[in-house]
T-cell receptor, first 110, second 123 residues
Framework: NFVLTQPHSVSESPGKSIIISCTRSSGSIVGNYVHWFQQRPGSSPTTVIYEDNQRPSGVSDRFSGSIDSSSNSASLSISGLKTEDEADYYC?????????FGGGTKLTVL | HLQVQESGPGLVKPSETLSLTCTIS??????????WGWIRQPPGKGLEWIGS???????YYNPSLKSRVTISVDTSQNELSLKLISVTAADTAVYYC???????????????WSQGTLVTVSS
């Protein structure tokens, strides 16, 4: 089985941009879609990016996703940070009948 | 618009069996275009995949829980169920069910998620 590693926390000021990384320990990040979920306190996770870089309808275009084969990682970028973006973010991937979540990143907008 | 809603006891005694049901509305649990999954989240911690099931009954479990977990579907009730045996305090968590669409013959993201139910393991 593989592991997805995320930074424990990130913080930035409103209006700025951040990137949250998700590094895969083994196997290729390419060809095995990565999805990103946002979880606000007391709420269920919701999708902000699916299939590496697709944005569900209703999700702001300030959210974007990408894949970097050289570092075997995925990234979630959020631009023009708003206080409402403060939440936990999780990456997730599927491979070989296993669904794996990253440990989650707490985003603080201050 | 497909929705999922889990239900079950909020308190389970150590060594007993945790049983939860997930009711699907607005869609069929028998659809060949979905998997269904269970995920849990211990208080203050991250998400952990428990297991998934396909419409043909094929099941897939987290290796760390495989020996204690059973996931099944009841097509007559349009329900998904989770059973976890021999529970301990470490199994205290919010439990979610979710749909997993199949895109290009492969599972896509968990969406939508249920609202989640806290199950506490305590005597």
């Amino acid at each position: 089985n593989f592991v997805l590693t995320q930074p424990h926390s990130v913080s930035e000021s409103p209006g700025k941009s951040i990137i949250i990384s998700c590094t895969r320990s083994s196997g290729s990040i390419v060809g095995n879609y990565v999805h990103w979920f946002q979880q606000r306190p007391g709420s269920s996770p919701t999708t902000v990016i699916y299939e590496d870089n697709q944005r569900p309808s209703g999700v702001s275009d300030r959210f974007s996703g990408s894949i970097d084969s050289s570092s075997n990682s995925a990234s979630l970028s959020i631009s023009g940070l708003k206080t409402e973006d403060e939440a936990d973010y999780y990456c997730q991937a599927y491979d070989g009948n296993n669904w794996v979540f990253g440990g989650g990143t707490k985003l603080t907008v201050l | 618009h497909l929705q999922v809603q889990e239900s079950g006891p909020g308190l389970v005694k150590p060594s007993e069996t945790l049983s939860l049901t997930c009711t699907i509305s607005g869609g069929s649990i028998s659809s060949s275009t979905y998997y269904w999954g269970w995920i849990r989240q211990p208080p203050g911690k991250g998400l952990e995949w428990i297991g998934s099931i396909y419409s043909n009954g094929d099941t897939y479990y987290n290796p760390s829980l495989k020996s204690r977990v059973t996931i099944s579907v009841d097509t007559s009730q349009n329900e998904l169920s989770l059973k976890l045996i021999s529970v301990t305090a470490a199994d205290t968590a919010v439990y979610y069910c979710a749909k997993v669409p199949i895109i290009a013959a492969s599972p896509s993201e968990f969406d939508p998620w249920s609202q989640g139910t806290l199950v506490t393991v305590s005597s």
